[in-house]
């Protein structure tokens, strides 16, 4: 009998604007959160596993695991592809108010 081995994927300061988009998309993909956390920005030393009161100052760090390490890949593959569409999306609506100033 084969004995399984969980995998593990960190990903760091996740915008707050997609984290639960991160979450259905690991459900979705058999991977599990093992640890979410808020870490200040300002000092290292405070780290919450909830949400604090004024998350303001905090990143959001999340920790996945899966029995296939294939699950994680694509878990990071598809996080970096919604980072790359919308970091698209913003420089096309920047070019697009760049054009109505300057005519």
Do not use: H
């Not at 200040?40 to 029995?67: A, Q, R």
Request: glycine share 0%; aromatic share 18%.
């Amino acid at each position: 009998m084969k004995k399984f081995q969980n995998k593990y994927l960190e990903i760091k300061n996740i915008n707050r604007d997609i984290v639960d988009w991160v979450e259905n998309i690991a459900e979705e993909n058999n991977c599990r959160i093992e640890r979410k956390e808020w870490k200040s920005k300002y000092n290292s030393y405070v780290v919450y596993d909830y949400e604090p009161f004024c998350s303001e100052g905090f990143e959001i760090n999340m920790l996945f695991s899966s029995f296939d390490i294939s699950y994680l890949n694509f878990l990071k593959y598809l996080y970096n592809e919604k980072l790359n569409t919308i970091e698209y999306l913003n420089n096309c609506i920047k070019r697009s108010q760049i054009k109505n100033y300057s005519i």
